[in-house]
């Protein structure tokens, strides 16, 4: 079991979490307990990080605003931000594919063509700096295709397997 703190509109909650199957949950909150089954699971990119460049790093700053004045008070109108219209139709797209997360080497490859495999078990392992990691299934799935073998290099992004969807 885990236990989760987390703050929802500025109250903490805490949230014990059981892990049932790869996708069934048992959350404990309060007195209450609410059965938690995991349908989909999709990496989302993460937001761009962008550096703040300084005189030395060989940039010149960023000019400072300019003083307050009677026209400038120093307070700054908020900037409208466009929200892309909201529509009653959702996409929701699955990966038939499993790329390597990292530059390294295939040490194992753990499933066959044609087999059903569960969210999280281990379809192959890679060597990087040295480190064994094992690459899960990022959802229940078949395995289509293997575009690895033993002992090959390959560089991040490289495709390493295709699925289809399991039979119902």
């Known amino acids: 079991m885990r236990?989760?703190?987390i703050v929802v509109n500025g109250r903490n909650v805490v949230l014990d979490v059981r892990e049932l199957e790869s996708d069934r949950f048992e959350v404990l909150y309060g007195d209450r307990q609410i059965d938690v089954q995991l349908v989909d699971d999709t990496d989302l990119p993460e937001a761009a990080i962008t550096p703040v460049m300084t005189k030395a790093m060989g940039i010149a700053p960023v000019a400072p605003p300019p003083p307050p004045s009677p026209t400038n008070t120093g307070s700054v109108a908020p900037v409208p931000v466009a929200r892309p219209a909201v529509t009653n139709t959702a996409t929701i797209t699955v990966s038939k594919s499993l790329t390597a997360p990292m530059p390294g080497v295939i040490t194992s490859?753990?499933?066959?063509?044609?087999q059903q495999v569960k969210r999280g078990q281990t379809l192959v392992n890679l060597e990087a700096m040295k480190m064994i990691n094992a690459i899960r299934a990022p959802r229940d799935t078949v395995v289509s295709e293997i575009l690895v073998s033993a002992q090959q290099q390959v560089a991040f992004g490289d495709e390493l397997m295709k699925f289809e969807e399991p039979a119902k």
């Open 3 to 5: 236990r989760y703190t």
């Open 109 to 114: 490859i753990e499933v066959s063509v044609g």
